[in-house]
């Protein structure tokens, strides 16, 4: 079955870029989406179709996939930005989810 | 915006089944895919499944055997069922939009369903 690999944790100082990564087989041939989620809250969407910010989503928030690797960048990483970020994306017509990677802004 | 509400039994004993439903608000259920997601304390998320607005469902291969989707556009809701429950499906369940761009747009609040033995 599909798997996709994220660091389970990563630490950056206030003001710092943060780059979280997510690997899969052929990764870069699918769509990746990647979630923020805050302790007690549901999962928010930051980027979809790799590259793609909703609306409303700081613009900080960038993305990119080829390869076997995607990858979420926060630039000038602030407090705020601190959570669990999971990445996403489709084998055929099943949802696979990362682990996570705990983001700490320290 | 489109708003979703989880709502069902929050205990369940083990070997029975969990019943979930989630009402959709703030928009149409028509055209969608909605999804469940769950998640155990302090691990990550799971894709249980989705269902279209037609009836439609996929289901994650591990479930599979003991998950069944059901979908009443009428009342705008959509239902989950997982039977034979042990206290690996205690979670936190959340119901989520599938927007056209393959992602997750819209989440419940998720209700944390616990199973008891």
């Known amino acids: 079955s599909y798997e996709l690999t994220q660091p389970p944790s990563l630490s950056v100082s206030p003001g710092q870029t943060a780059s979280l990564t997510c690997s899969g087989d052929?990764?870069?041939?699918?769509?990746a989406s990647w979630y923020q989620q805050k302790p007690g809250q549901p999962p928010v969407v930051v980027i979809y179709q790799d590259t793609k910010r909703p609306s409303g989503i700081p613009e900080r928030f960038s993305g990119s996939n080829s390869g076997n690797t995607a990858t979420l960048t926060i630039a000038g990483t602030q407090s705020v930005d601190e959570a669990d970020y999971y990445c996403?994306?489709?084998?055929?017509?099943?949802?696979?989810f990362g682990g996570g990677t705990k983001l700490t802004v320290l | 915006q489109v708003q979703l509400q989880e709502s069902g039994p929050r205990l369940v004993k083990s070997s029975e089944t969990l019943s979930l439903t989630c009402t959709v608000s703030g928009g149409s259920i028509s055209s969608s895919y909605w999804n469940w997601v769950r998640q155990p304390a302090g691990k990550g998320l799971e894709w249980i499944g989705r269902?279209?607005?037609?009836?439609?469902?996929n289901y994650n291969p591990s479930l599979k055997s003991r998950v069944t989707m059901s979908v009443d556009t009428s009342k705008k809701q959509f239902s989950l069922k997982l039977t034979s429950v042990t206290a690996a499906d205690t979670a936190v369940y959340y119901c989520?939009?599938?927007?056209?761009?393959?992602?997750?747009?819209?989440w419940g609040q998720g209700t944390l369903v616990t199973v008891s033995s």
């Open positions: 052929k990764l870069g041939d699918k769509y």
């Open positions: 269902i279209y607005s037609s009836g439609n469902t």
């Open positions: 989520a939009r599938e927007g056209f761009t393959e992602a997750f747009d819209s």
């Open positions: 996403q994306a489709w084998d055929s017509i099943t949802v696979i």
